[in-house]
């Protein structure tokens, strides 16, 4: 299944070509900002047990420049699992993030949601998640924060509904650890995600990698992947992006993408 057709990326390409440059050269890629600063325009929400675009309890917000994910308005987390997803769907990119936990957890968020978020690429689109659906059928970006001793590494890969394959073998479990250092307190963290379709994915925290992983493919026998699988084919080219929700304070202040050819 291809969430996203390669020929869209052209055009998206094509209309990003800074002014001046002569007609026979070629236009040189420009990072565009997903998130604004100002207010959400560009990205719809989707909350676990809520209509598509209801923000319970303003959980998805910009403050002071910031889009934070905040659960003041929540008396328990109740399995609402949220995702914000970006408008427009991609496949060939460098996606940079910039991200800090903050605060205590919400009561009633599960204990392994401690410090813990993501971005989610290659994800389905919004309008076709089930109602209750915890998560996208997705790849994701796992970020986690320290809890002051420990090890507990950030970018890692988590698969909802999909799985990719590593060093030729197809890799099944649920999450896989990166190699980076452990980020304690609220210090802020940029991840950057390098999405060459559907043939490798990187991740790399402060300029160093840390996970790089081939093929992602949707779970044949995951029943939120089965309908999105066409004519028989399960690998992934593209797709969504959104930000999670998943228990615990988050805020982030950059949000921008490259497109590459």
């Not at 299944?1 to 800074?18: D, E, K, S, Y």
């Not at 300029?207 to 093929?215: A, D, E, K, M, N």
Request: aromatic share 10%; proline share 6%.
């Amino acid at each position: 299944m291809t969430f996203f057709p390669r020929t869209a990326m052209l055009v998206l390409c094509a209309g990003i070509a800074a002014g001046g440059i002569r007609a026979d050269e070629p236009a040189a890629p420009t990072w565009i900002p997903l998130f604004n600063g100002k207010n959400l325009d560009g990205w719809t929400v989707k909350i676990a047990g809520h209509d598509l675009g209801d923000n319970h309890g303003q959980t998805f917000r910009v403050e002071d420049g910031r889009l934070r994910v905040a659960y003041d308005d929540y008396d328990t987390f109740d399995g609402r699992f949220g995702h914000l997803f970006y408008e427009r769907p991609f496949s060939h990119y460098r996606l940079r993030v910039e991200y800090r936990f903050t605060g205590a957890q919400v009561p009633g968020a599960p204990g392994w949601a401690f410090r813990n978020s993501g971005v989610m690429i290659h994800g389905q689109p919004a309008a076709t998640m089930a109602k209750d659906q915890p998560f996208p059928v997705s790849i994701e970006v796992q970020l986690l924060g320290g809890g002051g001793e420990g090890t507990r590494p950030t970018a890692n890969l988590c698969t909802p509904g999909t799985h990719v394959e590593m060093n030729d073998a197809l890799v099944t479990r649920h999450c896989t650890n990166s190699t980076s250092t452990t980020y304690h307190g609220d210090q802020w963290v940029t991840v950057e995600i390098e999405v060459r379709g559907d043939e490798v994915i990187t991740h790399r925290i402060d300029g160093v990698t840390v996970l790089s992983y081939q093929h992602p493919q949707l779970d044949e026998k995951d029943r939120y992947a089965q309908p999105l699988i066409v004519d028989g084919n399960h690998m992934l080219a593209g797709g969504t992006i959104s930000l999670q929700s998943e228990g615990h304070p988050v805020e982030f202040r950059r949000v921008e993408l490259l497109p590459l050819q």
